[in-house]
């Protein structure tokens, strides 16, 4: 209130010192604008009308601005996009491709090992190789909305129109590891300033066992892995029931063999998943499936024994930066031994059971937890 009123005692002031000349100056505006009314309404007007366009120019001009910027934005997202898609492609198999010679039967020199890869900027390059007899699509739901630079690598011969393809024979386990680690090996050429993840869902997971002593035996053809995750690997016969009665299949007969499998579930929830593997594989190469499922039940030793497992682990951590390894259900019996066996060995932090069944580990919905844990953005 005490400023207020100092401040009109101030204006009073200054007004009564100079009414004169502000008296004067009023009265020569009100003058100047009868005199010159019209052409001070004209200026006015005309100051009034440029405003106006020039307004309506800039107006004009920060639409424009903004439409471009806008399709711009829209063009740069779209090619995103197209870049994103996940799209089939195939890699062309040489003799170089392998250190050592072939068995006569392996006849894969000129073929195609295929794929499905979905580009993103990541810095990250995940690589998934899927169970027995399956193929790159069972990875696809994750591939469309994981934010990493995905790849996955489809088993020689194991597309369903390769399966009446004479071309494509069965193969054994150790021409497969080559050929899987020959396709990494030429995505890590293609993209060499990206961390490379390796993922394994079942067999998938044992090959990387495999690759591990691959990269042993020929240290210069082993890529620079930043991390691996294990889905449900196996760890003796006794996890392998599907995979046993395969390798011990009749290619000749399949459609009682295929009966026979479908007669082990001992659960509703078993019997499911049996019947939906089945009739993944039906559309396969039963030789192939089966050739494949029978190196690698000789890969494995009977069950009660973890010797290999845990010797086979050790040289894949030896080989990558990081290890983790998740089991579904479907390994909950053997679980509890193998954690007491690990830390025996001094191993903590690798293993983990998760409460979903074994195909929901290949599900968009959990693969995407697990592969962003391992796959940092920083």
Request: charged share 25%; hydrophobic share 40%; net charge neutral.
């Amino acid at each position: 209130m005490l400023l207020t009123f100092t401040g009109t005692r101030r204006l009073v002031s200054f007004f009564s010192r100079h009414r004169v000349l502000i008296a004067g100056a009023g009265g020569l505006a009100g003058i100047l604008i009868g005199i010159y009314s019209d052409e001070a309404r004209n200026v006015i007007q005309w100051m009034w009308d440029h405003m106006k366009t020039g307004g309506a120019l800039i107006g004009l001009a920060a639409v424009g601005v903004f439409s471009a910027a806008w399709w711009g934005r829209g063009k740069i997202e779209r090619r995103w996009e197209s870049e994103r898609e996940t799209v089939a492609r195939s890699f062309d198999i040489h003799a170089d491709d392998f250190d050592e010679g072939l068995p006569s039967d392996h006849a894969v020199i000129g073929r195609e090992l295929r794929y499905i890869e979905r580009r993103t900027p990541s810095p990250h390059l995940v690589v998934l190789l899927h169970g027995l007899g399956l193929d790159s699509g069972d990875f696809r739901p994750f591939m469309n909305v994981a934010s990493q630079h995905t790849v996955a690598v489809t088993a020689f011969g194991h597309n369903t129109d390769e399966a009446r393809d004479g071309r494509y024979r069965a193969i054994g386990l150790a021409t497969h590891a080559a050929l899987i680690n020959g396709a990494i090996t030429k995505l890590c050429r293609q993209y060499p300033h990206k961390k490379l993840t390796l993922v394994g869902f079942s067999v998938g997971a044992d090959m990387l066992f495999r690759l591990a002593e691959l990269w042993a035996d020929h240290p210069g053809r082993k890529p620079d892995v930043s991390s691996a995750l294990l889905l449900d690997p196996n760890i003796n016969h006794s996890t392998m029931i599907i995979t046993g009665s395969v390798a011990h299949l009749n290619p000749d007969e399949p459609l009682a063999e295929l009966k026979r499998i479908a007669e082990i579930p001992r659960s509703t929830i078993e019997f499911q998943n049996v019947c939906e593997y089945l009739h993944k594989i039906t559309g396969k190469d039963l030789r192939q499936v089966q050739r494949y499922a029978h190196d690698l039940w000789n890969y494995w030793e009977p069950a009660g024994q973890y010797d290999l497992f845990f010797q086979r682990f050790e040289r894949l951590q030896a080989a990558c930066g990081t290890v983790q390894v998740r089991f579904s259900t479907h390994f909950e019996e053997h679980f509890n031994e193998v954690v007491a066996l690990a830390r025996r060995e001094g191993i903590r932090g690798v293993f983990d059971l998760r409460r979903v069944d074994h195909f929901e580990l290949c599900r968009d919905t959990f693969l995407k937890g697990e592969v962003d844990v391992l796959t940092p953005r920083r």
